[in-house]
């Protein structure tokens, strides 16, 4: 009896087989703003998009490059209203781990819904003069 098999799903390899990854992705696309952090201070902020999004992390693309490794906190707004009335903001703090071209793979430390305030869900009212 080899081991092979069981030292080639915990190495993440394969061959074709079905995804073996922790945490189910899904393909969807929000617009994001991200802080590259270094030390708690911002070192640089942009904006991008979401390729895929799970509890672990995301994939997105960005629209200027970012470094290889790095802590950065990602903000998107949630495309669910809270109670049907309030947006929310999802916040996700965690790690770079793999940069190609401008699309990101980002490691979730940690994720935290955040209201962004009541907004009018009708059009705004016209004053007759």
């Given at each position: 009896?080899?081991?092979?098999?069981?030292?080639?799903?915990f190495?993440?390899?394969?061959?074709?087989?079905?995804?073996?990854?922790?945490?189910?992705?899904?393909?969807?696309?929000?617009?994001?703003?991200?802080?590259?952090?270094?030390?708690?201070?911002?070192?640089?902020s942009?904006?991008?998009?979401?390729?895929?999004?799970?509890?672990?992390?995301?994939?997105?693309?960005?629209v200027d490059?970012?470094?290889?490794?790095?802590?950065?906190?990602?903000?998107?707004?949630?495309?669910?209203?809270?109670?049907?009335?309030c947006?929310?903001?999802?916040?996700?703090?965690?790690?770079?781990?793999r940069v190609?071209?401008?699309?990101?793979?980002?490691?979730?430390?940690r994720?935290?819904?955040?209201?962004?305030?009541?907004?009018?869900?009708?059009?705004?009212s016209q004053?007759?003069?």
């Amino acid at each position: 009896m080899t081991t092979a098999p069981a030292l080639a799903s915990f190495a993440g390899i394969t061959d074709g087989r079905a995804d073996q990854r922790a945490h189910r992705r899904y393909p969807i696309s929000l617009i994001l703003r991200y802080k590259l952090l270094s030390n708690g201070r911002v070192v640089r902020s942009g904006s991008g998009q979401t390729l895929n999004l799970s509890t672990g992390g995301a994939y997105f693309e960005c629209v200027d490059p970012l470094p290889v490794a790095g802590t950065i906190e990602l903000v998107l707004n949630w495309p669910f209203l809270l109670a049907g009335t309030c947006p929310l903001k999802l916040i996700m703090f965690g790690n770079i781990v793999r940069v190609k071209g401008k699309c990101v793979a980002f490691h979730t430390l940690r994720y935290e819904f955040r209201t962004a305030g009541v907004r009018a869900l009708s059009a705004p009212s016209q004053h007759l003069t």
